[in-house]
Nanobody
Framework: QVQLVESGGGLVQAGGSLRLSCAAS????????WDWYFQAPGKQRELVAG???????NYPDSVKGRFTISRDNGKNTVRLDMNSLKPEDTGVYFC?????????????WGQGTQVTVSS
């Protein structure tokens, strides 16, 4: 069955940069849309970036101009490049994908990766 595996989290200083990656376990899962979600301590999970298979992107105002999402359809991977990081960006980041697994429609969540931004 399809699994999403995340990597790239860690500790960075305010104003620094970090790159997160997420990979599907099989190319049989044809992904139509990737998303990155962020969950700060004590808050609900929120969308911070989305991209469709054709490359259309979506960002909320809170990260627009600082975060960039990209994907490699052939490798079934997605990347989130984060710049000008702030302490408020501290929390857990989850990747999410939806698409076709064989002839069936599925969606999956990554396990989450911790990002800590120090002041």
């Amino acid at each position: 069955q399809v699994q999403l595996v995340e990597s790239g989290g860690g500790l960075v200083q305010a104003g620094g940069s970090l790159r997160l990656s997420c990979a599907a376990s099989t190319n049989i899962f044809t992904i139509n849309a990737w998303d990155w979600y962020f969950q700060a301590p004590g808050k609900q999970r929120e969308l911070v970036a989305g991209i469709t298979r054709d490359g259309s992107t979506n960002y909320p105002d809170s990260v627009k101009g600082r975060f960039t999402i990209s994907r490699d359809n052939g490798k079934n991977t997605v990347r989130l490049d984060m710049n000008s990081l702030k302490p408020e960006d501290t929390g857990v980041y989850f990747c999410h994908a939806e698409g076709w697994y064989g002839s069936r429609w599925f969606n999956r969540w990554g396990q989450g990766t911790q990002v800590t931004v120090s002041s």
